[in-house]
């Protein structure tokens, strides 16, 4: 009798994800158009993997990352949390999987209440989901300030008490409160200083190491997301166009939105000249997104096909997949 081996599921795995908002005019506030926020999104993310998710502003990294929360409802596509779907679970249904689905917002501010001491910030989720005494509260609130760098004696501390680096360790503090598997790191440096960037980044990665968690972390800084991710996910205007571990992108970009996103990266280096790549005209509107390639209002490389024809998220090089019709062409040839 023979016995074959199954590959297990992916932590997280998302498959042709997709938001449209409505756009209401008129009296009757009927939809007249949509916004297309996220088209057709594909990815997955294995425990202890941290998958970068960067594009321009308004591309749809956040809403991707809400989608995936469940704090708003996918109009199509599937998620799947350890092999079982979750896209159109109940609240009460998704409250067990809450506890194991976290997220550290951009605002480290605005984020946490005002009006509750650090202790409690920390505590509540503990509270939510498990029931546990008072003094083993306080002791995990504790462990917990211990781990992020803040010290015991600040529980009894206001968040305006706090600086922005010590508001982004206690909202990490509380993602972690509960003992997630998937944290959704949605710009969460983006409002600090670089040198505190710095701090809470490499606070990620020694608390991914420790604690073996995951993080879809969405950011539009690639120098911060090449230090801290293990894949990247390039998003322009809803779509994936690029998906690759981060040494293949950073070193052979297949993608000319990638190209042009690199080529913005600043070098410290006087002494090196980068090449650079001027995109033309603007984003386009999500409302209306152009036929074929989205992509091709701006690309320098663009040709008729990109204009008609919409490229697949196709594999170009081992492990690494673009969506252009350019590298189709050069695979082929």
């Known amino acids: 009798m023979t016995t074959t081996a199954t590959t297990p599921a992916p932590l997280l795995q998302v498959t042709n994800l997709t938001k449209h908002f409505p756009v209401r005019r008129g009296v009757f506030s009927r939809s007249s158009s949509y916004v297309h926020a996220v088209d057709g999104v594909s990815f997955s993310i294995e425990q202890g993997e941290t998958l970068g998710l960067v594009g321009e502003s308004g591309c749809g990294k956040s809403t991707t990352g809400k989608l995936i929360l469940r704090l708003i409802e996918p109009t199509a596509g599937a998620v799947l949390w350890r092999g079982k779907h979750i896209e159109h679970l109940g609240a ?33 989720p503990i509270r939510n989901f498990e029931s546990v005494s008072q003094k083993d509260v306080q002791e995990r609130v504790a462990s917990l300030l211990d781990k992020v760098g803040l010290r015991r004696d600040q529980m009894v501390k206001y968040p305006y008490e706090f600086s922005g680096g010590q508001r982004q360790r206690l909202g990490i503090a509380r993602a972690l409160a509960p003992r997630p598997r998937l944290i959704v790191c949605d710009e969460a440096v983006s409002a600090l200083d670089v040198s505190v960037q710095a701090q809470v980044i490499n606070l990620l990665m020694d608390l991914q190491n420790e604690l073996g968690i995951s993080y879809l972390f969405v950011a539009h800084d690639l120098a911060v997301v090449e230090h801290i991710s293990h894949r990247v996910a390039v998003m322009y205007l809803g779509k994936i166009v690029e998906l690759t571990d981060k040494r293949s992108l950073f070193a052979y970009p297949q993608h000319p939105y990638t190209e042009a996103l690199l080529a913005a990266v600043p070098v410290p280096d006087p002494k090196i000249q980068r090449k650079r790549v001027i995109l033309a005209g603007d984003v386009p509107s999500p409302i209306d997104p152009p036929s074929g390639c989205r992509f091709h209002t701006r690309c320098p490389y663009a040709f008729e096909r990109c204009r008609i024809d919409e490229p697949q998220l196709k594999e170009v ?15 082929s040839a």
Request: hydrophobic share 40%; proline share 8%; with cysteine.
């Open 92 to 124: 009460s249904a998704m409250r067990p999987l809450r506890r194991e689905l976290q997220a550290v917002f951009q605002d480290p501010y605005s984020s946490l209440n005002p009006r509750m001491r650090a202790a409690d910030i920390v505590a509540e």
């Open 317 to 331: 090089r081992p492990g690494h997949w673009a969506a252009c019709h350019l590298r189709e062409a050069r695979v």
